[in-house]
């Protein structure tokens, strides 16, 4: 246990030298794959902080049990009921397989170039692992991979709240805003209280702060690696040391948020505000060379330079712009959706610039538009909205607050659990549905035909009857639709092509 933070270091590295081996040309990608090991290499030697308190027991075996059914519930390697975004998830991982690297779905002579432009870090040592042994192995690498990395959330997450991890465990999975009072209150048709296995985040329409369970049963391979890049920047100082009692350079703590925005780069934007704080606060201005590391600084340039020519091959993101909200439909969504929990927490936590920065940022979400959809607002706020779970923990777990003011917490958080437990009720639902209900010959087999657009709209209790999994596309190559463009791009014009592909 004494060397989890090492195993997140590798973990959240070791898919960027994938990348750069199979996306790169090897003239590229050598010495940039060396200067990162370089960097990675003087991590692992730091002195990691003392996890002698973390012993297998009882309590680990809870933790393990309890990441492992919610990962289980997820969806994520096919074992249990899967949601609409999995349809495109496993098109990602198919095609990361099937294909060489990188993907390319058409190159002719002249015309467009099609190539896989997204984010797919996550993917890659399960696609790397089915290349060798097949789509089965695949998912259940990918389901191992997202299990290990939940447990290394938690266990920091715990350690940075100074309670057990079982607690913190159940604090994740739980938190949320308070989806079901907006049901209740401005739902229209869908969503409802009841039947409980509705998803309770769409009540006000295409504006979401998505609850920690919906972002891993939906998103996981954004929520999870973002997740990660927080815990390890929040609590770096505490974790490393180069020698007793010296700060940890802020350098490092730029090197994790550069492969936050190589696994997640919108969930990064949210990120940045707070990585400026870690650096103002940890810079000496006296001498800021001194707070400086060229060789960390130099790797995480890499790492977002790189990264950035690769995803601006792709111009579905090219849409920019502010959105008026009606003020009566904006306010009563920033309150249900973190706002009162925010507010609540001020008495405490009103001179800490991460109370302010998190509120402003909830606060002006919403306005933003990044592309064609709404996934600026869901996914940026991912950060955010995990700060705002730490000052909640801090008042829930260290009983340093008034009785009243933790009571008062402790409802809005009960209320807020119905959401991940509307997630969690549906995934129960449709797989016992599917395991024990529905016989063989009712089971539908996933679609076998290309095909070019994915319809949308069912409600997700009833998507994909009388099958598990989510799995219809079963290759980018022939989708043309609005939203297969955040994932096909035509790169001939594309810097990333013309200069970085491999020939």
């Given at each position: 246990?004494?060397?989890?933070?090492?195993?997140?270091?590798?973990?959240?590295?070791?898919?960027?030298?994938?990348?750069?081996?199979?996306?790169l040309r090897l003239s590229v990608a050598i010495p940039l794959v060396a200067v990162i090991l370089w960097a990675v290499w003087q991590l692992l030697k730091q002195r990691s902080a003392d996890w002698s308190a973390l012993h297998?027991?009882?309590?680990?075996?809870?933790?393990?049990?309890?990441?492992?059914?919610?990962?289980?519930?997820?969806?994520?390697?096919?074992?249990?009921?899967?949601?609409?975004?999995?349809?495109?998830?496993?098109?990602?991982?198919?095609d990361l397989i099937n294909y060489d690297w990188p993907v390319?779905?058409?190159?002719?002579?002249?015309?467009?170039?099609?190539?896989?432009?997204?984010?797919?870090?996550?993917?890659?040592?399960?696609?790397?692992?089915?290349?060798?042994?097949?789509?089965k192995f695949a998912n259940f690498i990918l389901f191992l991979w997202t299990w290990l990395g939940v447990v290394l959330v938690i266990v920091q997450l715990g350690f940075k709240q100074k309670t057990s991890a079982l607690k913190a465990t159940l604090f994740l999975i739980f938190f949320s805003g308070m989806d079901a009072l907006g049901s209740l209150?401005?739902?229209?048709?869908?969503?409802?209280?009841?039947?409980?296995?509705?998803?309770?985040?769409?009540?006000?329409?295409?504006?979401?702060?998505?609850?920690?369970?919906?972002?891993?049963?939906?998103v996981f391979n954004q929520a999870v690696p973002a997740w990660l890049c927080i815990v390890v920047i929040l609590d770096l100082d505490s974790k490393l040391s180069e020698k007793p009692g010296q700060t940890l350079e802020i350098t490092q703590k730029i090197f994790i948020w550069s492969l936050c925005f190589f696994f997640a780069p919108l969930a990064s934007i949210g990120l940045?505000?707070?990585?400026?704080?870690?650096?103002?606060?940890?810079?000496?201005f006296k001498n800021p060379l001194k707070s400086i590391r060229l060789d960390f600084f130099f790797a995480s340039v890499i790492i977002v330079i790189f990264s950035y020519l690769f995803f601006s091959s792709n111009t579905a993101a090219?849409?920019?712009?502010?959105?008026?909200?009606?003020?009566?439909?904006?306010?009563?969504?920033?309150?249900?959706?973190?706002?009162?929990?925010?507010l609540l927490l001020a008495p405490l936590k009103w001179r800490d610039p991460r109370w302010i920065v998190t509120g402003i940022l909830l606060f002006i979400m919403p306005?933003?538009?990044?592309?064609?959809?709404?996934?600026?607002?869901?996914?940026?706020?991912?950060?955010?909205?995990?700060?705002?779970?730490?000052?909640?923990?801090?008042?829930?777990?260290?009983?340093?607050?008034?009785?009243?003011?933790?009571?008062?917490?402790?409802?809005?958080?009960?209320?807020?659990a119905l959401t991940p437990l509307y997630e969690i009720n549906r995934s129960i639902y449709r797989t016992y549905q599917y395991y024990f209900l529905t016989g063989d010959n009712q089971r539908i087999q996933p679609n076998s035909e290309p095909l070019t657009h994915l319809a949308q709209g069912v409600a997700p209790e009833f998507e994909h009857p009388n099958a598990l999994i989510a799995d219809d596309i079963q290759t980018l190559k022939f989708m043309d639709d609005k939203i297969s463009k955040n994932f096909i791009a035509n790169v001939r014009q594309s810097l990333y092509y013309r200069y970085l592909a491999p020939r």
């Open positions: 246990m004494k060397n989890l933070h090492r195993l997140t270091i590798l973990y959240l590295t070791l898919p960027f030298i994938i990348f750069c081996m199979g996306w297998f027991s009882w309590s680990t075996f809870y933790l393990l049990l309890i990441t492992g059914l919610w990962v289980f519930l997820s969806g994520v390697g096919g074992y249990a009921f899967q949601n609409w975004d999995h349809h495109w998830r496993n098109a990602v991982l198919r390319v779905y058409s190159a002719p002579e002249q015309g467009p170039i099609k190539i896989l432009v997204y984010y797919v870090g996550y993917w890659l040592p399960s696609a790397l692992a089915g290349k060798l042994f097949g789509w209150l401005f739902a229209k048709d869908y969503p409802t209280l009841w039947p409980p296995v509705q998803h309770l985040e769409i009540w006000a329409g295409s504006l979401q702060y998505s609850a920690f369970t919906t972002q891993l049963f939906w940045f505000p707070y990585l400026l704080i870690e650096f103002v606060k940890g810079i000496n090219q849409e920019r712009g502010f959105q008026l909200l009606a003020i009566k439909d904006f306010s009563a969504f920033f309150l249900f959706e973190g706002g009162f929990l925010w306005f933003i538009q990044l592309g064609s959809d709404r996934d600026f607002v869901m996914r940026a706020s991912i950060a955010p909205l995990f700060y705002l779970l730490l000052m909640a923990g801090e008042v829930v777990f260290q009983n340093k607050s008034p009785r009243l003011l933790r009571y008062i917490l402790l409802t809005l958080l009960i209320i807020g």
